[in-house]
């Protein structure tokens, strides 16, 4: 996870507890936590809002329309409230996708150990899957071609 004030690693990860049963995180790296802790040697420690404005959120967070969630609530649970917060949220979660999982486009998993089947019989699974769904959907025409299809790769 990238710390919210510079676009190193986060380190240290502060969760200040507020009234109302309410709480905010904030996830910095080693140099901007201890800036946030002891700001200018002070020995005092910042306020949240403070911490908050530097970084861009305002305190309450940003809210979604449909479902009401904020993004303060997102990042303390870890679910979405709908479907539209994907959108709403863009700006903050493309970067929180990216430090976490390294993009922001699922490729799904390759298997641990090399397919036992060959690609031929992986091919006849997938056009007898096409088959059955264009003689569903009564496509004669592509239905005969991917029979002659599975036929031809059957004899060979």
Not at 2 to 29: G, M, W
Not at 99 to 107: A, L, P, V
Not at 127 to 154: G, H, M, P, W
Request: charged residues 30%.
């Amino acid at each position: 996870m990238k710390c919210q004030r510079c676009s190193k690693l986060a380190t240290l990860h502060i969760t200040e507890v507020l009234p109302n049963d309410q709480y905010e995180e904030f996830h910095l790296c080693e140099d901007c936590a201890k800036k946030y802790l002891y700001p200018s040697g002070t020995g005092k420690k910042t306020s949240s809002a403070s911490l908050a404005s530097e970084i861009g959120e305002d305190p309450g967070g940003k809210q979604c329309q449909q479902c009401a969630i904020k993004f303060v609530e997102f990042r303390n649970s870890g679910r979405l409230g709908c479907s539209h917060d994907y959108d709403h949220f863009s700006t903050e979660l493309v970067p929180l996708l990216e430090s976490i999982h390294g993009d922001t486009r699922h490729n799904g998993k390759k298997p641990q150990r090399g397919s036992t089947r060959p690609p031929e019989q992986t091919e006849l699974v997938q056009l007898r899957r096409k088959l059955q769904q264009a003689v569903t959907d009564e496509a004669y025409e592509s239905a005969a071609q991917l029979r002659d299809r599975i036929r031809q790769l059957e004899e060979s």
